[in-house]
Antibody, heavy 118, light 108 residues
Framework: QVQLVQSGAEVKKPGASVRVSCKTS????????MHWVRQAPGQGLEWMGI????????SYAQKFQGRVTMTRDTPTSTVYMQLSSLRSEDTAVYYC???????????WGQGTLVIVSS | EIVLTQSPGTLSLSPGERATLSCRAS???????LAWYQQKPGLAPRVLIY???GRATGVPDRFSGSGSGTDFTLIISRLEPEDFAVYHC?????????FGQGTILEMK
C-alpha cells in the first residue's frame, strides 16, 4: 500500500530538539524526493525543505537554515526531520509529503503534532 | 520569495452553486508550477490540481484549474456537501516553495 506513516505527537520544552519520522511504503524509496511542511494552529501551510533520499542531498528554506536537518535511512525507507532550538512558535503539525510525477505534493503523511511549551 | 495571495478569505455558498477561488502571485510562477490542495479539519492536504490545469488522479471533473503567470483560479462547478473545506494554492516553480494563506469554503 502506497503510504507515508509518521511518528506520534511530541511535547518539548523551549530550547530542546525534536525528531519526526516518516516511514514510506509501496513505492521505490530512492526515486521520490520528500518534503517537510508544517502548519501552526489555525494557520496556513509552510514549506520547510526537501530531501532526495537517493543521494541524501537536502535543501532547506532559509527561515529554517541552521535549525533543521533532514536525513534518511534507506534500509527502513524512512525520512526524518529534526528541528532544534525549539520555541513556542514551532508548535505546529508537521507533515512529510512526496514529490509527485509532476512535482506536486501527491502523497502526505497523517501529520505529527509538536507542542513546545514550558 | 514568491508571495501567494488567495481571495476571498472565506466563501459562503450552497450545494449546487459554483465556486471561484483566486490565487495571485507576487511574481510570475515558473512553468506555471501552481497546485491547489483541499484540506478538511484534522486531515492532511490532498492535491486537486497540478501545473495550474492538470487534475490529479481521482479528482472529480467538477474541479478545474486555470491561469498562468501570476493569476490562477480554481473553479468548482457544482458544489457537493463534501467540497466544503479549506483550499490552498502553492507554487513549486522556485524555492522556497510557498503556499497561499488559504480560502475557507463554508456552507451557507
Amino acid at each position: 500500500q502506497v503510504q507515508l506513516v509518521q511518528s506520534g505527537a511530541e511535547v518539548k520544552k523551549p530550547g530542546a530538539s525534536v525528531r519526526v519520522s516518516c516511514k514510506t511504503s509501496g513505492f521505490p524509496f530512492s526515486k521520490y524526493y520528500m518534503h517537510w511542511v508544517r502548519q501552526a494552529p489555525g494557520q496556513g501551510l509552510e514549506w520547510m525543505g526537501i530531501i532526495n533520499p537517493g543521494t541524501d542531498t537536502t535543501s532547506y528554506a532559509q527561515k529554517f537554515q541552521g535549525r533543521v536537518t533532514m536525513t534518511r535511512d534507506t534500509p527502513t525507507s524512512t525520512v526524518y526531520m529534526q528541528l532544534s532550538s525549539l520555541r513556542s512558535e514551532d508548535t505546529a503539525v508537521y507533515y512529510c509529503a512526496r514529490d509527485g510525477a509532476y512535482r506536486e505534493f501527491d502523497l502526505w503523511g497523517q501529520g505529527t503534532l509538536v507542542i513546545v511549551s514550558s | 520569495e514568491i508571495v501567494l495571495t488567495q481571495s476571498p478569505g472565506t466563501l459562503s455558498l450552497s450545494p449546487g452553486e459554483r465556486a471561484t477561488l483566486s490565487c495571485r502571485a507576487s511574481q510570475s510562477v515558473s512553468s506555471n508550477y501552481l497546485a491547489w490542495y483541499q484540506q478538511k479539519p484534522g486531515l492532511a492536504p490532498r492535491v486537486l490540481i497540478y501545473g495550474a490545469t492538470g487534475r490529479a488522479t481521482g479528482v472529480p471533473d467538477r474541479f478545474s484549474g486555470s491561469g498562468s503567470g501570476t493569476d490562477f483560479t480554481l473553479i468548482i462547478s457544482r458544489l457537493e456537501p463534501e467540497d466544503f473545506a479549506v483550499y490552498h494554492c502553492q507554487q513549486y516553480g522556485s524555492s522556497p516553495y510557498t503556499f497561499g494563506q488559504g480560502t475557507i469554503l463554508e456552507m451557507k
